[in-house]
């Protein structure tokens, strides 16, 4: 298993979060099982304030590149980052038209 976790801001707007956090609370059966195909095995989003904090355990097939192409060649997966892109803004130091980016761990306790 491996674990990563990455950072995306949210538009700091009360209605916009409120409504974004709806959204994830019937995330589409699609995007799930999307998720799910592409070898993530757990995946948890925290927030505090506008910024979102995302942790992924994967399993040995998982990787970024992967989960891209699949990403890219899924209608369903591309109507739902289209949609949340209206509450989403990238995090300072991003890339043009970059989300979620990964964080660096910089402690771990064992």
Not at 13 to 29: C, F, G, K, M, S
Not at 63 to 68: E, N, Q, W
Not at 93 to 110: A, C, H, N, Q, T
Request: hydrophobic share 40%; net charge negative; glycine share 4%.
């Amino acid at each position: 298993m491996k674990r990563y976790c990455l950072a995306l801001d949210l538009k700091d707007d009360t209605q916009l979060i409120a409504e974004y956090e709806a959204y994830h609370r019937n995330v589409w059966p699609e995007i799930k099982k999307s998720i799910l195909d592409s070898g993530i095995t757990n995946m948890e989003i925290y927030r505090l304030g506008s910024r979102l904090f995302m942790i992924m355990e994967t399993d040995d097939s998982f990787s970024f590149g992967r989960k891209a192409a699949m990403d890219a060649s899924n209608p369903k997966v591309q109507e739902w980052e289209q949609l949340m892109w209206k509450f989403q803004q990238p995090v300072p130091g991003s890339k043009p038209g970059e989300k979620w980016v990964l964080m660096d761990r910089i402690f771990d306790l064992s």
